[in-house]
């Protein structure tokens, strides 16, 4: 890159990589003049659509003269009818000149905007309005948090409306709190320029607001609008991840706290069946950046780790059982009977216990017992320790002592029906299956159908989207753990994907074995290391 060609006073502007960044205007090159002409004449046409007199000219004139072409491009940029691309390289130092002159002279100044319309606050349903003037009531709108380890977390801003002063104390619409604005500065990169006041249109940042965070509105009490919250996507990707020492263990917890404060794109969670810390966020590379921000921010080093899959125990018969616990001692025996019915229920139904006892063949009072023991037993699995869920069991008969018999023995009782049951009920497994939704060109689109095919997916339908073809499908999340560094290799990049949780699946036969076999091996090795 020597150069670029200004298709407005049609100039060509040369420059040295690497120097002082500052063009040599000169005439455009032979080779390239028939090109630029040609693009100059469809922008002036662009231009020209729309405005009858513009028009008029370019027909008289076969062109459109300077003086009238800016301020006709400048509107035309701010109505947004024409949406510019500049080359430039940042890298280089070429053309950085051109792009800030472009800045100045063709994009609107924010007092040129319309009135930007807040939420949907008052019972009569019309969104309060807001012109971008110093007349105004004062509002700002807080587009970015960065955490910074010295100042704290700094809040970036830009005013929508009014004046903000040094030291105001403005309204948090938001959360309903106050904020007070001291040492408001403009930031010049990294280094914060302090300002006695901020006009609208202005971008400011100020340190060590109390609850203010991305997304909040803040203004005048007197006058109040909520400007409204961008929307964001989901994350598509998740990583188990874990601190790789003692050390890292307890800075990690404050390090990713100050993290979510900065990224809302950016979720952590504790998976409660797995019991692994989850983060998740848009691609590999989103979590990658957020690894590396923990290291050198935070000196907390992390690994991470394809997640383990929530899987979950099922039963697809029917089951008639005793559970009799009898052991005895000196002293007091133990002794619980039971004797129940289990059954599955529709998925989503997780666990229904019934009581139809007559005649008071268990006591009431022992009744609770024998169903946290089946609870405990269900949450430990039968198969290959994964939560027993959509069954019902049905307690119907029993017997008891008077001395012997107490809530632990019951509980007891419930666990060894529990075991029986399963011996009979056909228990199987289920995995959790995702929606998922893949926009990729249209070249790709019969590539991503075979891949998913292959991950046992089920297409639910196919659209297309402005030269995209967006893939529906239904697939199992054991098969879509790093689905987001294959989508990128066999799409050059140019795909994205979202997906969410949509219900819970029967396991392949197969594959169960598998799954048993590998749960078995790692409680095994979990047992060997407590001993």
């Known amino acids: 890159l020597s150069g670029v060609v200004d298709l407005v006073n049609m100039k060509a502007y040369t420059y040295e990589l690497g120097g002082n960044g500052k063009g040599k205007e000169g005439e455009i090159p032979a080779n390239m003049k028939e090109a630029a002409q040609a693009a100059h004449e469809r922008l002036v046409e662009l231009v020209a659509e729309g405005d009858d007199a513009l028009m008029e000219e370019f027909f008289d004139k076969g062109t459109i003269p300077e003086e009238h072409l800016v301020p006709a491009l400048h509107n035309a940029i701010r109505e947004d009818k024409i949406f510019p691309v500049l080359f430039a390289s940042g890298l280089g130092n070429v053309s950085t000149d051109r792009l800030m002159d472009f800045i100045v002279e063709f994009t609107p100044a924010a007092t040129e905007h319309e009135s930007i ?3 949907v606050t008052s019972g009569n349903g019309e969104p309060p309005a807001r012109k971008e003037s110093d007349t105004e009531p004062t509002s700002l709108y807080v587009f970015k948090t960065v955490s910074d380890p010295f100042a704290g977390r700094i809040s970036y801003f830009k005013v929508f409306s009014g004046v903000l002063k040094n030291d105001a104390t403005v309204a948090n619409f938001s959360r309903g709190s106050q904020e007070k604005l001291a040492h408001i500065s403009v930031m010049q990169g990294k280094n914060a320029s302090p300002v006695n006041e901020l006009h609208a249109g202005d971008i400011g940042a100020v340190a060590k607001l109390k609850d203010t965070l991305t997304g909040d509105t803040l203004g005048d009490k007197s006058a109040p609008i909520q400007y409204p919250h961008v929307k964001l996507p989901e994350p598509a990707i998740t990583f188990a991840i874990e601190p790789k020492s ?10 990713i706290h100050k993290m979510l404060e900065e990224d809302a794109m950016l979720r952590f969670f504790r998976d409660s069946q797995t019991r692994e810390f989850l983060i998740a966020g848009t691609g590999q590379q989103h979590i990658e950046v957020v690894v590396a921000k923990l290291k050198k921010r935070y000196h907390t080093e992390v690994v991470l780790k394809a997640p383990k899959v929530p899987y979950r125990e099922t039963i697809r018969g029917r089951a008639d059982v005793q559970g009799r616990h009898k052991k005895q001692t000196g002293g007091h025996g133990q002794y619980g009977d039971c004797k129940i019915k289990m059954e599955p229920l529709p998925r989503g139904s997780e ?20 169903e946290k023991g089946i609870k405990d037993a269900a949450s430990r699995g039968y198969l290959a320790g994964f939560p027993m869920v959509d069954f019902k069991v049905v307690l119907y008969d029993g017997s008891y002592h008077d001395v012997d018999s107490n809530d632990m023995s019951f509980q007891m009782a419930g666990r060894i029906a529990f075991r029986k049951a399963m011996e009979q009920a056909k228990p199987t497994i289920l995995e959790p299956v995702m929606h998922v939704e893949i926009t990729v060109p249209d070249e790709f689109a019969g590539s991503i159908m075979g891949d998913l095919n292959a991950r046992r997916g089920r297409i639910q339908g196919m659209d297309n989207k402005g030269g995209n073809t967006v893939v529906k499908a239904e697939v199992p999340m054991s098969e879509m753990l790093t689905y987001g560094v294959d989508l990128t290799a066999m799409t050059q990049g140019r795909g994205s994907f979202n997906m969410e949780m949509h219900h819970y699946d029967v396991v392949p036969g197969q594959l169960q074995e598998k799954i048993i076999e590998k749960a078995k091996a790692a409680r095994g090795e979990v047992k060997e290391e407590e001993e």
Do not use: S, T
Not at 353 to 366: E, L, M, Q, S
């Open 351 to 370: 666990f229904e216990f019934v009581n139809d006892i007559f005649g008071g063949a268990i006591p009431k009072n022992y009744i609770p017992a024998i």
């Open 246 to 255: 003692r050390a890292d263990e307890d800075k990690l917890g404050p390090g």
């Open 117 to 119: 319309r807040g939420e």
